[in-house]
């Protein structure tokens, strides 16, 4: 208990630190490389054949975890490190063609590459933290002027915009589209903001989008080319890669092999070893906690945490007693998570091909109570954390969050008065039409929404071409003159990033 209470004294200290006390919340890309093909029925087979990186004991306490992990949850390929006291103690792979040099999506995990690099130009004078937005992009608008005329660099990274969670991400998922980071600054003024700005914490992707922009002007080069100058280059992370011409970059469009993640956690653990980088002040920036968050109950059973906040690009929380610093990142078919202990220069990260949230939730939770637990002689196991998972997700169940059964559709007659061209003010022109003897929907700049209009009793849905049926929406006709559209999610669990409730369709001609 006296040890408990003086990590708690040593969270509250960072706590108060860090500025709590100055309080005033993913789609489709190139695959990584390589990713394995995995074949139906070989899934269990390459996780017996898997092999762990040659230069790492098999004797460590983390390799029963994974093997445990990905013997529960099958997925096509994972990496993994840990870093201790600073140093590489642990790094494994499995999967067919996966070694410590495959380059993964990392997805969100970007966010905290994006927020450096704004910290590189504040740091050498090229912009500020309070900067307003609109003196690097005069092009910049919210939908309320006031918050145009307010919003500062800062507010970008810490999800506080008032619009809602995922607001606008259909303009960057699913990919590829047609959309560009213009669209997406032009966008910003359509999306109505569900909250006041600066008063809650919600998700987003897109204020990420425009922090790349304005690193990009502050900075005099596109955002692909900084981040490899202020980030990769530096700190020897020369396996990552980033794809200029993809408009989410700033947002999720890294990706970076096991070894170039775990160079970046021993960096950000230890200034020592890149001295000259990024200073004391800009790295407290960082990992202050500038925006509260909820407080999950699964985070309070877990890690008896007690505040969540987020930081530039960071998710701040306390474990046990001690500070912790972590994001995950999802980006269609890929997952990543890394989780750091500042204050015992400790961390892990898991890169994951495959379908890998439940992984990455199991495993990094073990990982990290492992590095809690190894003096006390405890066994590694993934099993606690398993079976409450499993619990939750099945009282969600219970409580009604399934997708509700649609399986009596058919195909929508073509002759109905509704069909037309309608137009979004974000999203763009969209198409209800005829087609080979079907009523189809289309978005023209995103080529994987078109699909199928079917017909549920009196209710419409949309049965996207190659999309699974979990981000399917229901369609919504107002007549009138003229007729509105409206999507809504029928899995109740969908994706954030499926915003359908930010879309409003008015039609504007008929069909040609």
């Known amino acids: 208990m006296e040890f408990l209470m003086k990590g708690r004294e040593r969270v509250m200290a960072r706590f108060l630190q860090t500025g709590m006390g100055r309080f005033c919340r993913a789609g489709s890309c190139p695959a990584a490389s390589p990713r394995p093909t995995v074949q139906p029925g070989k899934a269990r087979l390459y996780i017996a054949l898997a092999f762990l990186t040659p230069t790492i004991a098999s004797a460590s306490p983390y390799t029963p975890l994974l093997d445990q992990t990905v013997h529960h949850y099958p997925v096509e390929g994972i990496a993994m490190a840990v870093v201790e006291s600073g140093q590489t103690t642990f790094t494994a792979t499995r999967g067919e063609g996966i070694t410590d040099q495959t380059r993964f999506k990392i997805a969100s995990n970007t966010k905290a590459m994006t927020a450096a690099v704004l910290a590189r130009l504040v740091q050498r004078g090229a912009l500020h933290w309070n900067d307003p937005v609109i003196k690097h992009l005069p092009q910049f608008r919210m939908h309320d002027p006031w918050v145009t005329e307010h919003m500062q660099v800062r507010d970008l990274l810490i999800h506080n915009s008032g619009l809602g969670l995922g607001a606008g991400d259909l303009m960057l998922w699913p990919e590829p589209n047609a959309y560009t980071r213009a669209d997406i600054i032009a966008g910003l003024a359509y999306l109505k903001p569900v909250t006041s700005f600066r008063s809650g914490y919600a998700y987003d992707n897109l204020m990420y989008v425009v922090a790349g922009e304005v690193a990009a002007a502050a900075g005099g080069k596109p955002i692909d080319v900084l981040l490899q100058e202020e980030l990769f280059t530096p700190l020897g992370m020369s396996g990552c890669q980033t794809d200029p011409s993809q408009t989410s970059l700033a947002a999720g469009g890294v990706r970076c092999s096991l070894r170039d993640m775990t160079r970046w956690m021993q960096v950000l653990l230890d200034p020592t070893l890149v001295p000259d980088w990024l200073n004391a002040e800009q790295r407290r920036l960082l990992w202050t906690a500038h925006m509260p968050m909820p407080l999950g109950e699964r985070q309070r059973r877990w890690d008896n945490a007690h505040f969540s906040a987020y930081g530039y690009g960071w998710r701040l929380s306390d474990m046990d007693g001690q500070f912790k610093v972590a994001h995950t990142g999802t980006l269609s078919g890929a997952y990543s998570s890394l989780a750091l202990l500042p204050d015992r220069k400790t961390g892990a990260v898991i890169l994951i091909n495959g379908e890998g949230e439940n992984v990455r939730t199991v495993l990094m939770q073990a990982t990290l109570k492992t590095l809690k637990t190894l003096t006390t002689g405890q066994s590694a196991t993934i099993a606690p954390y398993v079976t409450d998972l499993a619990t939750e997700q099945s009282a969600r169940r219970t409580a009604g969050h399934t997708r509700p059964d649609t399986s009596a559709r058919s195909p929508a007659p073509t002759t109905v008065p509704w069909q037309g061209i309608y137009h979004d003010p974000w999203l763009g022109t969209a198409r209800v039409c005829p087609e080979n ?42 007549p009138g003159t003229p007729h509105t559209l409206n999507l809504r999610a029928i899995d109740p669990d969908i994706d954030f990033s499926y915003d359908y409730q930010d879309l409003h369709f008015t039609r504007t001609g008929p069909c040609s």
């Not at 189809?440 to 009196?458: C, H, I, N, W, Y």
């Not at 699974?468 to 929406?473: L, S």
Request: glycine content about 8%; cysteine-free.
């Open 437 to 478: 003897g079907k009523l189809r929907f289309s978005v023209e700049k995103s080529p994987r929404l078109r699909g199928t209009v079917m017909q549920l009793d009196s209710r419409w849905l949309v049965q996207w071409d190659t999309l699974g049926a979990d981000a399917e929406p229901w369609l919504q006709v107002s």
